[in-house]
């Protein structure tokens, strides 16, 4: 079955660090994956998405992601972190091209000052 | 994009009761879904509300307890029946943009079953 794998639950940097959250995905195929980003009380945001192409690809708020399929990882990244970015965020894969979308266990991420 | 109105936004409700959950498009969509979200977890997909069919619903979920309508291409409704209180949870609404692979998401139902 298709899975997503989001090692970190949560994770805790200083404003202005860089990023890196991890998603690995079970599928035999290349899947459509996504980030979304879901900040308290509200709803879910798309950061990015990836489908083909250019592997490394360009999201909103200063994120990028790089789909590596020798990994089966699509991991999320921001060279400078701000307060604001502090949020739940998911990896999700829509591996059956339906639109419907599984998602990871999502990664908690806390911005110290 | 898609905008998506869900009512209510949250709600507290008796054990045994009901509730039933609007979402709305602002355009007309072919796909919609349905996603349930439990305390400190991820989401989890319950069915894709077909327009003039019955839901096709994933496994764990049934028709009895969460009965989905979707009468037209821009409106669904999905009712939590017999509530207790392991049906506390966000639900979600999400549709397909038409023409875009991606996924846009109402603001979610906070239910608290008490």
């Known amino acids: 079955a298709q899975s997503v794998t989001q090692p970190d639950i949560h994770i805790t940097v200083s404003e202005g660090a860089s990023l890196e959250l991890r998603c690995n995905y079970s599928?035999?195929?290349?899947?459509?994956l996504f980030w979304y980003v879901q900040s308290p009380g509200q709803g879910l945001q798309l950061l990015l998405k990836?489908?083909?192409?250019?592997?490394l690809v360009q999201g909103i708020k200063g994120f990028e992601a790089e789909f590596k399929r020798s990994q089966s990882s699509f991991n999320l990244r921001k060279p400078s972190v701000h307060w604001s970015d502090a949020a739940e965020y998911f990896c999700?894969?829509?591996?059956?091209?339906?639109?419907?979308?599984?998602f990871g266990q999502g990664t908690t991420l806390q911005v110290k000052p | 994009s898609a905008v998506i109105s869900q009512k209510p936004s949250r709600d507290i409700c008796q054990r045994g009761t009901s509730l039933t959950i609007q979402c709305q498009v602002d355009?007309?969509?072919?796909?919609m879904f349905w996603y349930r979200q439990q305390p400190g977890q991820s989401l989890t997909l319950i069915a894709t509300?077909?327009?003039?069919?019955?839901?096709?619903?994933e496994s764990g979920f049934v028709i009895d307890k969460f009965p989905i309508s979707r009468p037209n291409l821009t409106f669904s409704t999905l009712t939590v029946s017999n509530m207790s209180p392991e049906d506390s949870s966000i639900y979600l609404c999400?549709?397909?943009?038409?023409?875009?692979?991606?996924?846009?998401f109402g603001q979610g139902t906070r239910l608290t079953v008490v």
């Open positions: 999400s549709v397909e943009g038409r023409g875009q692979r991606e996924a846009f």
């Open positions: 599928y035999g195929a290349t899947p459509y």
């Open positions: 990836y489908f083909s192409g250019d592997t």
């Open positions: 999700a894969v829509d591996s059956g091209n339906t639109g419907k979308l599984i």
């Open positions: 355009s007309q969509v072919t796909m």
């Open positions: 509300a077909n327009q003039g069919s019955e839901a096709t619903y």
